[in-house]
């Protein structure tokens, strides 16, 4: 097959005003560890294998776009969260994965198989999660307006915590439990002052947010004071999240820090003393080169430590930790596979490289200026890099997909383009614009293919459509 070659070289705005992309890769078949599953490889015929399944095969079989999940990648990583905190009861992992960055019955059954809990935030994420036969007693339910008919449902699935974030809800909660003579274990949901660097989006411990009962101004030990009327709801707990995609690990410090200063607080005023902490997820992963994330051991040993010295200081006994990273397991371990349709070249401007879907199977590029890191799948390259923008097919001059990234410069029609990390938030938040069909969940492992979720269809879009 010939491919014209596309004018290759940094020619564009971008550089020009020092946006910082970086310079071109001194290979651009290479595959860079941190940023794809740990079983990607490029293979001697050139295109891109994950779990032992050629890209190739899977469009095939698949179609594109379709997000691929490395299975064992996925448990690997939930397995180095558990065993970042060591010894535990079974019954009560210390780690609840964050099921908001992706759920599905397969998933929540990984989950439960690796012994993990699982962090629900609606009522379609905790039946998913009943429908998996998660345990339920291994359940977090979030989310800052629960509305009568999740908490109910809730109740009586038996969730393990329900996390609680408004005066009303305690009311509401706690009406509910008696009403049906349950007990229901909960923690309150506390803002800790923390500005998380992050997108301003996705950080959520800063004072003006809908999240939480703010600490400093006094809302939270009013919220315990609320809570401790209420002999249908047992208090086990603080919880704390500051947001998502951060780096800076002394944000969880400062959190850490001041929650356990709370749990100090309310013993000194009730006399109780709160056997559980949590602390949330939020730590970031790698999408491109630029990113280097601390690992979960040594981010585990760091709060562990910042939790005991401070419960030494007061005098508190060590509460239980528990953490709900959502896409430190899930985010690295996924890709999108799309096929080039189109490739576009404006003179002295930019290049553009369309592809088979876009901002409804990846919002995080338009909403938070995300950035990713992509490369040719079906086949390896020798041609000069070209700094391209990978874009989708909506109707939408801000359907970016890859804002600035470096692809071979014979590029055409045809090629598959798979784009690393985003098994975390791309399918959760995929929506249905311009009437896009969701693309399948495919897992991978061991040259098998297995579809988690299968495509939409027209059918499915339609039956929606009343007439
Ligand atoms: C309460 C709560 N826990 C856990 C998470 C998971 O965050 P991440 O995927 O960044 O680990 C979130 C999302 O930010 C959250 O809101
Ligand atoms: N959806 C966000 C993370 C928010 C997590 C939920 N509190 C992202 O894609 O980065």
């Known amino acids: 097959m010939s491919r014209a070659a596309h004018p290759a070289g940094p020619r564009y705005a971008d550089v020009l005003h020092g946006s910082g992309v970086p310079a071109p890769p001194a290979d651009l078949n290479a595959l860079e560890a941190k940023v794809w599953p740990s079983s990607a490889r490029r293979e001697e015929d050139g295109q891109i294998t994950i779990g032992g399944v050629p890209l190739r095969r899977l469009a095939e079989e698949q179609g594109t776009p379709a997000y691929v999940i490395d299975e064992a990648d996925w448990r690997m990583r939930a397995r180095a969260w558990l065993a970042a905190f060591g010894d535990h009861d079974p019954a009560e992992p210390p780690v609840h994965y964050a ?69 009303e809800e305690i009311d509401r909660l706690a009406g509910l439990a008696a009403d049906r003579g349950l007990r229901p274990r909960v923690m309150v949901r506390v803002t800790v002052g923390v500005e998380a660097h992050t997108h301003e989006f996705i950080a959520t411990a800063h004072e003006d947010q809908k999240f939480g009962f703010s600490l400093s101004g006094g809302l939270a030990a009013e919220a315990v004071r609320r809570v401790l009327k209420h002999d249908a709801l047992d208090l086990v707990g603080i919880h704390s999240h500051i947001g998502s995609q951060i780096f800076d690990t002394s944000g969880f410090e400062v959190a850490a820090h001041r929650a356990v200063g709370l749990v100090a607080a309310i013993r000194d005023e009730h006399g109780i003393r709160l056997p559980e902490l949590d602390l949330g997820g939020g730590l970031g992963i790698a999408y491109t080169s630029e990113d280097d994330p601390a690992d979960a051991f040594d981010i585990v040993a760091g709060l562990k430590a910042i939790v005991a010295r401070e419960c030494f200081g007061y005098g508190l006994a060590v509460p239980r930790l528990t953490v709900e990273p959502g896409r430190a397991i899930a985010g690295t371990p996924g890709i999108t596979l799309y096929e080039v349709g189109t490739v576009k070249q404006l003179d002295g401007l930019r290049t553009y490289v369309s592809v088979d879907g876009g901002m409804s199977d990846n919002i995080r590029t338009a909403l938070y200026d995300a950035a990713y890191t992509c490369a040719l799948a079906s086949r390896n390259s020798d041609a000069a890099p070209m700094l391209a923008r990978v874009v989708g097919k909506h109707c939408e001059s801000g359907d970016i997909v890859v804002r600035d990234t470096w692809l071979p410069s014979d590029i055409t029609a045809g090629d598959l383009l798979a784009v690393a990390a985003t098994g975390a938030y791309c399918r959760s938040m995929a929506s249905n614009y311009n009437h896009a069909l969701r693309p399948p969940v495919v897992a991978v492992d061991g040259g098998d293919t297995r579809v988690l979720l299968r495509r939409e269809t027209e059918v499915d879009l339609l039956a929606l459509d009343l007439g």
């Not at 990984?110 to 999660?129: I, P, R």
């Not at 008919?149 to 915590?161: D, F, M, N, S, T």
């Open 99 to 167: 099921s908001k960055a992706f759920l599905s019955k397969a998933v929540a059954r990984w989950a439960a198989q690796e012994g993990l809990g699982l962090d629900v935030c609606s009522g379609g994420e905790l039946a998913t999660a009943l429908a998996a036969q998660f345990p339920a007693h291994r359940l977090t339910f979030h989310g800052n307006n629960k509305s009568s008919a999740e908490l109910v449902r809730a109740l009586e699935a038996g969730v393990g915590r329900i996390v609680l974030d408004s005066f």
